[in-house]
């Protein structure tokens, strides 16, 4: 390299530029947002894209939002197909459900590295699935590929020589040390009461978008824990993953009593030893289902008789080892109160939150849990 050549050598910094998106890619972004909004109705999201676009100029003359339609169907974020009243019409597909659980989780807890399975540590030492480094002797029951071959070759020439042909026995064998590695098993609870859209304010969709977030957490980094994902109202029942960007508030009230039995019953049948319950309400209880099948509903204050159902179910999952922690989108005194006492009873935990940062609560939260949960 002569002086002119090496002149040229060296570092350039400089201000990091951001690329440059493309049209489509910054209007995918939004609709993955607006379709959360609108729970997975994609009339009423190009609806608000029509007034983005009058707003903020996002398309251009060269690319319209038809020409962005026509992207998205053609790249398989959007298709024909039946709905619910049997009339034809534009719903998104499972790619789309995928990207914004994705996005859900990039919002709220950052950009996380994939991990391979599970991230459970615990200190002690036994048959688990990552390596510590160290080495002992081979015991009946070891499995074969947790043998280190180069070690046990090593103590096979040590032992034996190899003047006579080499020779491996068992008593050269040793294997890793690994370490278990725990599993989690989580119940997200989400009120779907007529309140979590009350006062002009939207909770359902913050609540989606955690339990989005969550359940591509679980799936991507801990793949090891299980999540459940159920709503209550009147009742309780389990909804999938994929029910979530199109989950919507009803003329509920709020049953709290279904919700936990609904949550303990699927915890009794895991197998994990780590279980726990996660709840995000906005109201206080106020609707129990009778042995008869009807409604017990009183929204006035605190109807006595339905908060002692609720931490005498509180103290059950005491009981069972399973914590409930409660974030609690409501500072009303009084329900605080209540809240107080319900955790009191199950010895768990609350939070006292708005929506803003209910997300970064839940994942600290998780992660704490795992940490502390964690049993040899």
Same mark, same amino acid.
């Given at each position: ?40 109705? !994609? ?185 459940? &994902? ?8 389990? &909804? ?8 919507? !508030? ?6 709290? !009593? ?70 609690? &989108? ?47």
């Amino acid at each position: 390299m002569n002086k002119r050549d090496s002149a040229y050598t060296g570092f350039v910094f400089k201000k990091y530029e951001a690329p440059e998106l493309s049209v489509f890619d910054k209007l995918l972004d939004i609709f993955k947002e607006v379709i959360t909004h609108t729970s997975g109705d !994609v009339d009423e999201a190009f609806d608000w894209l029509e007034q983005l676009d009058k707003t903020y100029e996002i398309t251009t003359p060269e690319y319209t939002l038809e020409d962005f339609k026509r992207d998205l169907f053609e790249k398989g974020f959007i298709q024909e197909r039946t709905k619910p009243d049997g009339n034809s019409g534009i719903g998104i597909t499972a790619k789309t459900e995928r990207a914004i659980r994705q996005r859900a989780l990039n919002q709220i807890f950052g950009k996380l590295k994939k991990s391979g399975s599970g991230n459970h540590n615990t200190k002690k030492i036994g048959t688990g699935d990552e390596t510590t480094g160290e080495t002992r002797a081979y015991q009946f029951g070891d499995g074969l590929d947790n043998v280190s071959m180069t070690e046990s070759i090593r103590n096979a020439q040590i032992n034996n020589g190899i003047s006579n042909g080499f020779q491996l026995t068992e008593e050269d064998l040793v294997v890793n040390e690994t370490t278990h590695k725990s599993q989690m098993s989580t119940v997200l609870m989400i009120d779907i009461s007529h309140s979590m859209i009350l006062y002009g304010e939207d909770r359902i969709t913050p609540a989606k978008k955690v339990a989005m977030a969550l359940a591509e957490l679980i799936t991507t980094r801990y793949p090891k824990d299980t999540l459940d &994902i159920i709503v209550f109202g009147n009742d309780s029942w389990r &909804i999938s993953i994929q029910d979530l960007p199109y989950l919507q !508030v009803g003329p509920y009230h709020t049953n709290t !009593v279904a919700g936990l039995e609904l949550a303990m019953d699927l915890l009794r049948r895991k197998k994990n030893t780590n279980k726990q319950i996660f709840m995000i309400t906005d109201g206080k209880p106020s609707c129990l289902r009778l042995p008869d099948g009807r409604y017990y509903k009183n929204s006035n204050g605190l109807d006595q008789h339905i908060v002692r159902k609720c931490y005498d179910k509180a103290s059950q999952a005491r009981k069972l080892h399973i914590p409930i922690t409660t974030f609690m &989108i409501a500072q009303d005194h009084y329900l605080m109160q209540f809240v107080r006492a319900f955790t009191q009873a199950n010895q768990g935990k609350a939070f006292y939150t708005g929506l803003q940062g209910l997300g970064e609560m839940i994942f600290e939260d998780y992660e704490q849990n795992r940490k502390k949960r964690i049993k040899g």
